[in-house]
């Protein structure tokens, strides 16, 4: 490794987060220094990007495609390996500066996890970390001295928000420590874009098919997470995130659906001032800011011209039309083991509707019932937590079963 680079792991580098990642760092060769690359099942890709940024390990978390890709790279000195388990062994290495925190939905957390106990900083993107097991992380972070760095656009716009305002939030989570000031902020404002629905009836809305649901207007994302954008579920996820990295309780927490996705959120102080990030809906630069934090680097991004844009809408989300977001406010409400639940219920609803087995207006019921019937655990320690989203996952799968198409 060149002197003074920073030495990057991507966990999920081949979605769409982690693929804008490598972007990032191709336009920055003399900052950065690729280690490990990981994906699920795009072996193909993996190879590719192994051969271009020449990292010193790959895994593929499919270990059917172990053999594939090891031929792919067989004359390369990268070193692949297979398995989840291989994940967390190489977030644990001496040789990884900060790890890109991308995986997909809840399966990010074990590797999470064992980077923030190695002491890494957290580059995070895996919002279902925090929603499942916020009160887990946060200690661990603080008590490892793992900074976590947010990467969704909302979160970073929050988080630039507050640079310089002679609070100790650098990194995340250190405010907390005895003894350090409270936060002086007074309301978080999270903005939507209104997702494809935004305009549209509910009963259309109930209607809506796969491809009508993946047509994002301003964003370019994984299919998982534009559909959580349609639902407004993900703006759900996303309250919760920032109600733990900012040590700022729910009831605190506001949506307004901002159809132009210029400003990225907002926060506002005890004295009543507003502060906002405002730029192109483009994922590299939330990406960029947090592999170079605490600098800022040039990127090459479109940028904004006002005149052209002219005017910049706010108002509050209809929740009779989106009810995910209502869901999401009960279950980070009521806390413990709540928020896992409704997570993993979420994500069986959403594979079945991905593969047109329920219609879109099913994810709320199967979310709401799983809420309903699973167990609750006040306080719910690491293991309770995977029992949770096992139990949230074996409800969600037999509730979906009654809205199959």
């Avoid at 559909?227 to 919760?240: C, F, H, P, T, V």
């Avoid at 052209?308 to 279950?331: I, M, N, V, W």
């Avoid at 509707?353 to 329920?358: C, G, Y």
């Avoid at 167990?375 to 937590?385: G, K, T």
């Amino acid at each position: 490794m060149e002197k003074g680079k920073r030495r990057v792991a991507i966990f999920g580098s081949t979605g769409s987060i982690g693929t804008q990642a490598l972007d990032v760092i191709s336009q920055h060769p003399e900052l950065f220094e690729v280690e490990v690359l990981t994906a699920n099942s795009q072996w193909e890709m993996l190879a590719a990007q192994a051969r271009k940024f020449n990292p010193n390990a790959v895994v593929i978390c499919n270990e059917e495609h172990y053999s594939a890709l090891n031929s792919a790279l067989s004359n390369s000195d990268v070193k692949v390996f297979a398995g989840m388990q291989s994940v967390v062994d190489l977030a644990c290495s001496d040789n990884i500066d900060i790890v890109v925190a991308a995986m997909v939905g809840f399966s990010g957390l074990r590797s999470t996890m064992a980077a923030i106990k190695a002491g890494k900083t957290i580059a995070l993107a895996n919002k279902e970390t925090l929603v499942a097991a916020g009160h887990i992380v946060t200690k661990l972070s603080s008590r490892y001295d793992a900074p976590i760095i947010p990467v969704d656009s909302e979160h970073s716009a929050i988080f630039q928000s507050i640079q310089g305002e002679g609070c100790p939030w650098c990194p995340p989570f250190s405010y907390k420590a005895e003894g350090m000031a409270v936060p002086p902020i007074e309301k978080l404002v999270l903005t939507a874009s209104g997702g494809p629905f935004r305009e549209w009836k509910r009963e259309d809305i109930e209607k809506a098919t796969a491809s009508q649901a993946l047509k994002h207007p301003n964003w370019n994302m994984g299919a998982k997470v534009t559909i959580d954008s349609a639902s407004m579920l993900n703006k759900g996820l996303e309250i919760m995130e920032a109600s733990w990295l900012f040590n700022v309780p729910v009831e605190k927490i506001e949506v307004v659906v901002h159809p132009q996705s210029i400003v990225h959120s907002m926060v506002q102080f005890t004295d009543g001032s507003l502060k906002a990030q405002l730029g192109f809906p483009d994922m590299r630069v939330p990406i960029g800011y947090a592999l170079t934090y605490p600098h800022r680097r040039g990127l090459n991004t479109s940028r904004i011209s006002f005149p052209e844009l002219s005017q910049l809408t706010f108002f509050k989300p209809d929740l009779e039309k989106f009810p995910c977001l209502a869901l999401a406010y009960r279950a980070q409400g009521r806390g413990g083991s709540l928020p896992c639940t409704m997570n993993g219920a979420n994500e069986v609803a959403v594979a079945m509707f991905l593969k047109d087995m329920i219609p879109f207006g099913a994810i709320p019921h199967i979310i709401e019932e799983s809420m309903d019937v699973a167990a609750f655990v006040e306080s719910p320690s690491l293991d309770d937590i995977f029992e949770a989203d096992r139990e949230a996952r074996r409800i969600a799968a037999d509730v979906g079963r009654r809205f199959r198409l």
